[in-house]
């Protein structure tokens, strides 16, 4: 049987316990909760340009590490992190000059010194969540096995059926760790370069 999609999923998961899910949606929530707190995979990089006032904008909602910050003035420049405290002291400086730092505090990107020009970032962001309307994202066309295995470790918990709820999450957690494994082998075969001369 093939898992592609928000309705197959919830149909296989129906024939693996044998009957019909009443709260079949929650499980699958909670998987992608816990599956959001695990993985920061190559397939969740993407970028978003953040506007900004007063040296501030609001971060994504999908939002869970930055990459990359660039300040999108002229000429174009990479901001360092620093410490909220640390901005702080910049900005009460009240420097005129471009941005050379960043950081962030809840939900809020800052730079320093201030400015009202908008920032790239490249960032790492949650697994896109499963819905009616939005019936499939990556991790589930690539890895069918990790939501089915993760939704039914959730309706284990709740039933109280503990055998199966232990194998269940023990295939999640080997799954889990092979996609983390083959991340880290793809980052390794590439190589730093770095601009300009070198010792």
């Known amino acids: 049987m093939a898992i592609s999609t928000y309705a197959e999923l919830q149909t296989a998961m129906g024939t ?18 816990q599956v959001n707190r695990r993985l920061m995979l190559r397939p969740q990089t993407t970028g978003a340009s953040i506007t900004m006032s007063g040296g501030a904008g609001t971060l994504p909602t999908d939002y869970l590490e930055w990459k990359r910050v660039r300040w999108s003035g002229t ?49 790492s962001q949650k ?27 959730m309706v284990a918990t709740q039933t109280g059926d503990a055998e199966n709820g232990r194998a269940w999450n023990a295939l999640t957690q080997n799954i889990l760790g092979e996609l983390w494994g083959l991340d880290f082998m793809q980052r390794g075969t590439m190589q730093q370069r770095t601009l300009g001369p070198t010792p």
């Open 127 to 153: 697994v896109p969540a499963l819905t009616v309307s939005a019936t499939t994202n990556w991790l589930l066309t690539s890895h069918p096995d990790a939501y089915l295995f993760g939704s039914l470790t």
């Open 16 to 33: 693996w316990l044998d009957r019909t899910l009443t709260n079949v949606t929650d499980h699958i929530a909670l998987f992608e909760a």
């Open 75 to 123: 000429p174009t420049r990479e901001l360092d992190y620093v410490s909220p405290s640390f901005l702080s002291t910049v900005n009460a400086s009240a420097s005129q000059a471009d941005p050379v730092y960043f950081t962030i505090e809840g939900s809020t990107l800052k730079v320093g010194p201030l400015s009202d020009t908008s920032v790239a970032l490249l960032y």
